[in-house]
Antibody, heavy 124, light 107 residues
């Protein structure tokens, strides 16, 4: 059975940094585009960014709200996805989800399976 | 940015009812729309992709339709486990935005 397990969340002060990890199992991790999606308390989900697979050179795209502060990376040999967050703001407080993406028949990628999430709280 | 507007924001229904949730995009998506279900404290679960394709394991009482800018999610016979919040999401252009959600509550 496929599993995505996030870790690394916690309390961090504004301006601080944090690295989230996502351990993948039950899938050929290297074949897949992966994404991070966050959900602030009491609101809907918000896309954070995407990393493509190695056939697309593991290139990344980010939401404007995190571009330049967050970096997504992957370790295909270790079946892991990472989110490096820096210059954190109070508005980055959210549950962060690791998400597998699949390709539809038009060649576009949609969110498929989600991890259970890890809570990041940015507060002084 | 493409704005996603869901309606209603909440609805009350009984077990066995048929319910329909609407999602409107500010620009055409062709059919690049997904629907998710989320229960309190849990991760979203994918129900439908490409507007009308049912994810593996999702009961057939869930169905999606639409193209362009107007989409619907229908639950044909509401079951107790279906009381949750539902989100639409477009994947045709960045940023990959979600709708505001529709909370389906027990009447």
């Amino acid at each position: 059975e496929m599993q995505l397990v996030e870790s690394g969340g916690g309390l961090v002060q504004p301006g601080g940094s944090l690295r989230l990890s996502c351990a993948a199992s039950g899938l050929t991790f290297s074949d897949h585009y992966m994404a991070w999606v966050r959900q602030p308390p009491g609101t809907g989900p918000e896309w954070v960014g995407r990393i493509r697979d190695k056939t697309k050179s593991s290139t990344t795209d980010y939401a404007a709200s995190v571009k330049g502060r967050f970096t997504i990376s992957r370790d295909d040999s270790g079946n892991s996805l990472y989110l490096h967050m820096s210059s954190l703001k109070t508005e980055d407080t959210a549950v962060y989800y690791c998400v597998r993406e699949l390709r539809d028949n038009t060649g576009f990628y949609y969110f498929d399976k989600w991890g259970q999430g890890t809570l990041v709280t940015v507060s002084s | 940015d493409i704005q996603m507007t869901q309606s209603p924001s909440s609805l009350s229904a009984s077990v066995g009812d048929s319910v329909t949730i609407t999602c409107r995009a500010s620009q055409g998506l062709t059919n690049r729309l997904t629907w998710f279900q989320q229960k309190p404290g849990k991760a979203p679960k994918s129900l439908i992709y490409a507007a009308s394709s049912l994810q593996s394991g999702v009961p057939s009482r869930f169905s999606g339709s639409g193209s362009g800018t107007d989409f619907t999610l229908t639950i044909s016979s509401l079951q107790p486990e279906d009381f949750a919040t539902y989100y639409c999401q477009q994947y045709t252009a960045y940023p990959l935005n979600f709708g505001g959600g529709t909370k389906v509550e027990l009447k």
